[in-house]
């Protein structure tokens, strides 16, 4: 039974310890932009290939062992799953995750790869949600939401707390100003608390910025009726969590979006300047501050949240201009 709570940042620091207890933090990269030295938290480059296994691990290792015999399902287009399966096959658990069929083939045959069961849906047509409730009470099995979770918030805070840790010892300004992608605002949420002082802006890609618009009218805006089509699998969030907004709202976060042909541009750049492989939602972030939507300035740190991407996709959106 899941205990009711709110994230706190006293969760965030026992989560960063958690995870500095099992893994090397993930390497930041200095680099000018616009005449600024701008860091970038490459969680790209994690065991999964991105930020999602820190709240998995977190939530996971919160389950007491009776019940992590009946294992855990969760609902994902790929890093989420790969991070709960990352973290059910170190603990032992069955993992059952609800994927959508479009999803890229690499996220998906690296959920199968670490051992979890993958159940595949319609985006169009069906709810993942409801699918992966049903999964779980017919198995009497712990549901893992992808964002909507103290623990999952709080486990991807962490990422603050590494990256502010290692600004320090590298001699760099203390972090002002965080840039996070955001499909339902884990992520971003979870640095805020990480970093009170911090300047946060969450981006989305256009027309799935959700979490803009309920940061604007003070309250939570679903995604419109038939949003775009975007590169961007892992944002695709027709409504945030009021866990998300609230945490957000109260930090006066703001929101930005950008194109697709701006991310493409971003995952060009982190190729020729930082030798990174970045998937488009991973490097949305990077796409507002080289489109100037985000002005660069000393102490900013900007997260690289990704780079699970089908080599055929990466590579036309890296040759095309």
Not at 29 to 53: M, N, R, S, W
Request: charged share 20%; aromatic share 4%.
């Amino acid at each position: 039974m899941t205990i009711l709570r709110q994230p706190t940042r006293a969760g965030v620091r026992d989560a960063a310890a958690k995870v500095a207890a099992i893994l090397p933090p993930s390497p930041i990269y200095v680099h000018d932009v616009g005449g600024v030295p701008i860091t970038f938290k490459a969680e790209c480059l994690q065991p999964v290939g991105a930020f999602k296994l820190r709240g998995a691990w977190h939530r996971l290792t919160a389950i007491d062992s009776a019940q992590r015999e009946s294992g855990v399902v969760a609902f994902s287009s790929g890093n989420h799953a790969q991070g709960v399966a990352w973290a059910a096959k170190r603990l032992g658990m069955p993992a059952v995750i609800v994927m959508p069929a479009d999803a890229p083939r690499v996220k998906r045959e690296g959920t199968l790869a670490l051992g979890a069961e993958v159940v595949i849906y319609d985006r169009a047509t069906e709810s993942r949600e409801k699918i992966a409730a049903h999964l779980a009470h017919s198995r009497g099995a712990v549901l893992v939401p992808s964002f909507d979770d103290p623990w999952i918030i709080e486990g991807q805070g962490s990422t603050a707390i590494e990256a502010m840790s290692q600004m320090v010892e590298a001699r760099l300004p203390d972090v002002s100003h965080m840039v996070i992608p955001c499909g339902g605002g884990g992520l971003a949420s979870g640095m805020a608390l990480a970093i009170p002082d911090a300047k946060v802006t969450v981006v989305e890609p256009e027309g799935w910025d959700d979490m803009r618009r309920s940061l604007e009218a003070g309250w939570i805006e679903p995604v419109g009726d038939n949003p775009p089509p975007t590169a961007c699998d892992a944002l695709q969030t027709p409504l945030v969590s009021e866990r998300t907004f609230e945490v957000l709202a109260r930090r006066d976060a703001k929101g930005v979006a950008v194109s697709e042909a701006e991310v493409r541009a971003a995952q060009r750049w982190a190729a020729a300047k930082l030798r990174l492989v970045v998937e488009p939602g991973g490097a949305v972030a990077l796409a507002a501050l080289l489109a100037r939507k985000v002005t660069p300035a000393p102490g900013m740190l900007v997260v690289l949240s990704g780079g699970n991407v089908d080599i055929a996709d990466y590579a036309a959106a890296i040759s095309a201009e």
